[in-house]
């Protein structure tokens, strides 16, 4: 079964950076895109983006353009998001997610990683 | 980008009641949407995709509908172990986008 295993927790002081990551099993790595969502503590869900499945093409969140930056490795199976100018607002947990059809051609399923909560203080 | 009104933002029901909330996205999503369910601490669950294809192993008391811009979730008999908070989100085109959530209590 599909399964997206994420990386453990961080603190991180303002101005740092912190690299998240997210191995996926269970599905052909190459073939699908993976996201990157974020859950300010009490508040919504918000997208912060995207890598294509070759890992060549990238797009992020306007509100996070210059600051993040997602890559992928086809040999782990394993996807990271790296953010950096770390902020107290970036308070957050991290959840990769990734849309696989349950068989070939059928409609797309969401399934998400278990997060990474990732605490900025001083 | 897609914007998804998701309402109401919370509701009071009772164990046993028939429980609706709906998700309006600004242009037509072609069913490319989820559900979602959270508690407190915990990842987001889904619970149907395609807009009406029930998740694996999701109780039967949950089911979606709509087509086009406007889709509903529905619990048919609300169960205490229900009471969270649910999120619609469109995955059409990026931004993914998500509704507001709609937090569901007991009354």
């Known amino acids: 079964q599909v399964q997206l295993v994420q990386s453990g927790a961080e603190v991180k002081k303002p101005g740092a950076s912190v690299k998240v990551s997210c191995k996926a099993s269970g599905y052909t790595f190459t073939n699908h895109y993976i996201h990157w969502v974020r859950q300010v503590p009490g508040q919504g869900l918000e997208w912060m983006g995207t890598i294509n499945p070759s890992g060549v093409s990238t797009s992020y969140a306007q509100k996070f353009q210059g600051r993040v930056t997602m890559t992928r490795d086809s040999s782990t199976t394993t996807g990271h998001m790296e953010l950096r100018s770390l902020k107290s607002e970036d308070t957050a947990v991290y959840y990769c997610?990734?849309?696989?059809?349950?068989?070939?051609?059928?409609?797309?399923?969401?399934?998400w990683g278990q997060g990474t909560l990732v605490t900025v203080s001083s | 980008d897609i914007q998804m009104t998701q309402s109401p933002p919370s509701l009071s029901a009772s164990v046993g009641d028939r429980v609706t909330i709906t998700c309006r996205a600004s242009r037509g999503i072609d069913n490319s949407l989820a559900w979602y369910q959270q508690k407190p601490g915990k990842a987001p669950k889904v619970l149907l995709y395609?807009?009406?294809r029930l998740e694996s192993g999701v109780p039967s008391r949950f089911s979606g509908s709509g087509s086009g811009t406007d889709y509903t979730l529905t619990i048919s008999s609300l169960q205490p172990e229900d009471f969270a908070t649910y999120y619609c989100?469109?995955?059409?085109?990026?931004?993914?986008?998500f509704g507001q959530g709609t937090k569901v209590e007991i009354k």
């Open positions: 989100q469109q995955y059409y085109g990026t931004p993914l986008t």
């Open positions: 395609g807009a009406s």
């Open positions: 997610a990734a849309f696989i059809p349950p068989v070939v051609g059928d409609i797309k399923c969401p399934h």
